[in-house]
């Protein structure tokens, strides 16, 4: 919202490392690069806000439930409104602060389990960004960012295949 009240984005930005490479999504005029725009379908944005989606952590014992997708979706659907993009940074956390062998005896690497994760960076990106693209997440050109247009309706999780995580869990006790 800080575009709206017309504050410094890049000082937004740059108050933190993770941040300031969103700094690059604008123009001089706040409004979206034509990288940006192209990504997301063409067309101007009439709202110059962005929801940034930093990180996701699923702890082992709840993987494979899907439940990174049902949180995401939920995300986008919550906090979308009013921004005129999503958008993240897809990175592999087993890759976070080094090579997966230089981590292995970190304490948060072996929290999240991501010794079970490959040790080889593109696939396991590549895989990562596969993943958000099921939720309509797309790569902007020459960049390391994915975007998703909040205009748009964000699939259903039966639509891309995700049953109710809910339910899972209501199989599982019986």
Not at 76 to 82: D, K, N, R, V
Request: aromatic share 12%; net charge neutral.
């Amino acid at each position: 919202m800080a575009v709206n009240e017309r504050e410094s984005i890049f000082d937004l930005f740059d108050c933190d490392s993770r941040t300031i490479g969103y700094y690059e999504f604008y123009n001089d005029n706040l409004d979206f690069v034509p990288k940006v725009l192209k990504a997301l379908g063409g067309g101007d944005r009439w709202a110059p806000n962005m929801l940034v989606l930093e990180r996701l952590e699923i702890l082992p014992k709840h993987r494979g439930r899907s439940y990174g997708l049902h949180v995401l979706r939920w995300l986008q659907l919550q906090f979308s409104m009013g921004c005129g993009i999503v958008v993240m940074k897809p990175f592999p956390l087993q890759f976070e602060g080094g090579k997966p062998a230089e981590n292995k005896d970190k304490p948060d690497f072996v929290k999240l389990g991501l010794a079970e994760f490959g040790d080889r960076f593109e696939p396991a990106l590549r895989k990562l960004r596969n993943y958000y693209a099921r939720l309509g997440f797309v790569r902007v050109r020459g960049t390391e960012y994915m975007v998703a247009d909040p205009f748009r309706r964000v699939p259903s999780l039966k639509a891309i295949g995700v049953s109710d995580p809910d339910l899972q869990l209501d199989e599982e006790r019986a």
